[in-house]
């Protein structure tokens, strides 16, 4: 450990420096802790410096049950979690640069009983939440029965649809379920909540060491409460037959009585008890998605007459994918003729391919509608969401119908949301594949 220079103190201006030097150096340390499960490290302090920051270390130094130990054990926290904590006792404040070390963190301060750093620790969790972080966010509020995060998640998960975040190989606790199925406005559809009660009922079977039966998971079900909270009656009979009837937790009697009741040949009060009788569909959260929009060098243009264009993206961070901003065709001498000199809307057809770095195709999509001529900028949103992975060159190409299409010079860096897109120029897919010094991509449409 470093030794401090003599007469340190003559140089730290306020008692927040004076402490810090005091923890960095073990200066007159008064008790020991040996910290962590497997691989321990001892650690020290001062009593004075825990006990004013945190009942708990109150009682047990100075408490009638106070330790006697020389060596204090704690088996449940970390070195570097426990280091974090008496860095907040000592500096006075914490800097926290994961969702991970935040969890730790939060763990030990709810522990010690100190709410100013659990609050800390709740606010960086609450501004991490996002459906890149949804699943390891949701894992510490289940496991440490965070209300306010558990209450983050839920807005997230009802903000997107189920596409965007499920996750078949994570594990939504029972209490997590029941609140999304209570919720009454979301972008999940009814079917995606049946799908997630489904997976949970496996799931808990395999814990349990049960066949996941569908008698077993109907009984699951049945005890936790949660049929009852599926909207049947908002289903259509396609959905039912395809989706509900398959996994046969439903007897054939039941889902007889669902089809003439979807068809409105039967009231909703002849349903089997326990059934959920409402006929009104969840409401719908608008969609919120961000924008990275890249800067204009110049107002320098060239143009494309139809036939296929590409481009190369590539980000810092993982990112959802949910569309492109591209531009619209300029009007020709035949269009204005056609439109008896009225010019102001088109029918777009093109087809947006977006492949991976080894050339795989993750998605193809179809776009066709009537948009606005002359140089402005039509949305294009992909058939699906797509990861984009850190690091990874995906290539974004364009099959455009004949026209005259603008393409401009636009930054190859841009950032939004604190992720970095890096975009290559644009290529002219031909005879001749040639490089074009400008672009086609304006903007790329995204979830964090």
Known sequence: MNQPEMDWQIHQTDLRSRFKQVFIHSHWTDCAFRVGSEETEIIRGHKIVLAASSPVFEALFYGSLAEKKEIIDVPDLEPDTFSLLLKYMYYDSTELDSI??????????????????????LDYLLEQTCINTLWQVLAIAEDMHEDELLASCLKVMCQYPGEMWVNNHEHMGLGTLSNLLDQPSTNLLEVELWELMVRWARDQCLRRTLAPSPTNQRALITQAGLLGKIRFLTLTLAELT?????????????????RQTINKSSSPSVLPSGFNTTREMRKRFMSISSRCTRHCLTKRKKYTYGGTVEST??????????????FTRIATSSDYIMGHGCVNHYLENLVVTLSDSEGNVIDKTKVSGVVAFFNVTQEVNLSRPVWFLPQQEYTVTFELSPGQYPLSDLASIAFSKSVCFRFKQCKQCDEINSDLDVSFINSVIFNV
Request: proline letters at 4%; one cysteine or more; a negative charge.
């Open 242 to 258: 395809e989706m509900v009837e398959p996994t046969g937790l439903l007897s054939q009697e039941e889902m007889r009585v669902l």
């Open 100 to 121: 991970e070390v935040a969890g730790q963190l939060l763990y030990a301060a709810r522990k010690y009983m100190m709410p100013h750093l659990v609050r800390a620790c």
């Open 313 to 326: 993206v590539s980000v810092d961070s993982r990112i959802l994918v949910t569309g492109f901003e591209v």
